[in-house]
């Protein structure tokens, strides 16, 4: 008769780990970086209940209007993730559209937003980076709270 042994689980998780504190992680500086473009999904707004396109980014570089010392602290730009939503309402939907632009994509091309939508996927695209901060129940900024990553324009690298 042969024995087995079980086998070890040497994997730990984070749920695993013993905190005396909490402390999150640094925000990325302001400035300019690369990301590359993941899979699409569709949602609306909680208040307003307005559709929107959302996509999430994985920031790959930093460009030099960044700070070194910021993004040091930050523990670099690479594998840092954010999203980006686009409305798509008649007023808003043309930034959609420079967004596939600015992803490498050709609208003159006779398909469909949703086509346009899955070609970003994986590709690289430029974001700049500014900082906006949480509000306090008057709706006020709470000035030394850390700031959450704002994507206030897209480019094409």
């Known amino acids: 008769m042969a024995i087995t042994a079980a086998k ?3 994997a ?3 749920l695993d780990e013993v ?3 909490v402390e999150r992680p640094k925000t ?3 400035g300019s970086y690369i990301a590359t473009v993941g899979q699409w ?3 609306e707004s909680k208040q307003k209940k307005t559709p929107f396109v959302r996509f999430p980014l994985r920031f790959v570089s930093a460009l030099d209007d960044v700070d070194a010392d910021e993004l040091d602290a ?3 730009a690479s594998g840092k993730q954010a999203r980006l939503d686009f409305y798509t309402t008649e007023d808003a939907i043309y930034r959609l559209d ?3 632009e600015h992803c490498g994509e050709d609208l003159s091309d006779e398909i469909s937003r949703k086509a346009h939508n899955d070609n970003c996927m994986n590709a690289q695209v430029g974001v700049v980076v500014a900082h906006r901060y949480p509000l306090d129940a008057e709706g006020k900024p709470v000035p030394d709270a850390q700031p959450f990553i704002d994507i206030t324009r897209t480019f094409k690298v």
């Open 8 to 10: 070890p689980n040497f």
């Open 74 to 76: 930050a523990g670099g």
């Open 19 to 21: 905190v005396d504190h």
């Open 41 to 43: 999904e569709t949602g």
């Open 12 to 14: 730990k998780t984070l």
């Open 28 to 30: 990325l500086p302001v």
């Open 98 to 100: 420079a967004f596939h």
